[in-house]
């Protein structure tokens, strides 16, 4: 029997060809590669979706934490002043910028000589004057004793006390000159108010003071707070003597807040608020940030801010069921920080497990696996019993 092929499938017998073999190579795919959970993705056990992830757990945990507020600031000295010429005269010597000074350490001197001029013509006529009111007061007594002898008449003793009497006032008023210009005299030595450094010289040798214009900026060392502006809402609660933390040069100390400046920045709506910073060896100037109080201590579920997957949808972390190793995505407010944690709350449980490392790739419903050492049915276990202890 003689097998006839119709001349259309002789003519296009190639492409037959190879439309046979395009349809032998899906089929074994679809055979041997799509239906292989192994070679596919897989959405759990035994299921198609992607590969189980390995990721790094950790558990929410119950605190007792404090809200609180983080400014930054800086270390300002608790004594710092700029000290002025307090009359004119032309300067003679400064102290150099950065000289240590004690209290009443020469800053500056101001030429004196027409100020001693003034003292000395006062102390001449404060002698004067004694010597004359010493003469009158001679005179007085001696014309008594002659007008109880009918010698003399009451009017020379009216005339000689009254003399005296001016005499005892001019005496007074020169000594209130030389008071004065012994004042100016010291004045023409600029001494430093406090212990501490000068960190500028504001006035030159050769240069004429007057009354009020600045010579220099001196800073005391004998003791430094830490400055910082906190938003008048978050300042409200504060009070005096409120512990602070305080975070210098990478090193944490806690203080008491000594003040907070009640006259408020209009443009930032900021408070100041000062603490001491005790014992430290950091430049006046130095970077620092503070943690205020803003309420009271309260109860609340942690997590590790690493455990935070952020999207513009949200916030939110992944919880594992221990029994079939599933992520699933729950989604969370962000409250307190409490160190390397943060106060969270969602639909969550002190003890529950969840993904610190390899979240950001996680799909909701993805199996996982971790490796902390023990294998999967002692991690289910001991997750298990946290749970129920929490």
Wanted: proline content about 4%; hydrophobic content about 40%; overall charge neutral.
């Amino acid at each position: 029997m003689n097998l006839t092929i119709p001349e259309f499938v002789r003519d296009n017998l190639r492409w037959f060809i190879v439309g046979a073999a395009l349809i032998v190579a899906v089929a074994t795919y679809f055979l041997f590669f799509a239906a292989n959970p192994a070679d596919g993705q897989q959405a759990g056990p035994g299921q198609g979706g992607p590969p189980p992830a390995i990721v790094t757990l950790d558990t929410i945990q119950s605190a007792a934490i404090t809200p609180n507020f983080t400014a930054p600031g800086d270390i300002v000295a608790d004594r710092d002043s700029v000290v002025a010429a307090e009359l004119s005269g032309r300067v003679q010597t400064t102290l150099n910028n950065g000289a240590r000074v004690n209290k009443g350490t020469v800053i500056a001197v101001i030429d004196d000589r027409t100020i001693r001029l003034a003292r000395d013509q006062a102390l001449a006529d404060v002698r004067r004057f004694r010597s004359d009111l010493a003469y009158q007061n001679r005179l007085v007594e001696r014309l008594r004793q002659l007008l109880k002898e009918e010698a003399e008449s009451e009017a020379a003793l009216d005339e000689a006390i009254s003399n005296r009497d001016q005499t005892r006032a001019r005496l007074a008023a020169a000594q209130i000159a030389l008071d004065t210009a012994r004042v100016n005299l010291s004045r023409t030595r600029i001494r430093s108010p406090f212990a501490g450094q000068l960190v500028e010289r504001r006035i030159e040798v050769g240069e004429y003071a007057t009354p009020g214009r600045e010579i220099a900026r001196v800073i005391g060392r004998q003791g430094s707070e830490a400055r910082v502006r906190v938003p008048i809402a978050v300042a409200s609660g504060l009070t005096t003597g409120q512990e602070v933390k305080i975070v210098a040069n990478g090193e944490e100390r806690t203080s008491r807040v000594r003040t907070v400046i009640e006259a408020g920045d209009e443009v930032s709506r900021t408070l100041e608020v000062r603490a001491p910073m005790g014992t430290h060896n950091l430049k006046m100037g130095s970077a620092i940030s503070m943690t205020v109080p803003t309420g009271v201590e309260r109860e609340v579920l942690t997590a590790p801010r690493d455990a935070l997957v952020l999207r513009d949808s949200g916030i939110f972390i992944y919880t594992i069921n221990p029994k079939d190793k599933t992520a699933k995505r729950v989604t969370v407010q962000v409250g307190e920080p409490d160190g390397n944690r943060v106060a969270i709350t969602g639909q969550i449980a002190a003890g529950d497990m969840i993904v610190v490392r390899g979240g950001e790739r996680l799909r909701d419903g993805q199996t996982v696996t971790w490796d902390d050492g023990t294998n999967d049915e002692e991690q289910a276990k001991s997750a298990k019993n946290e749970k129920s202890a929490g």
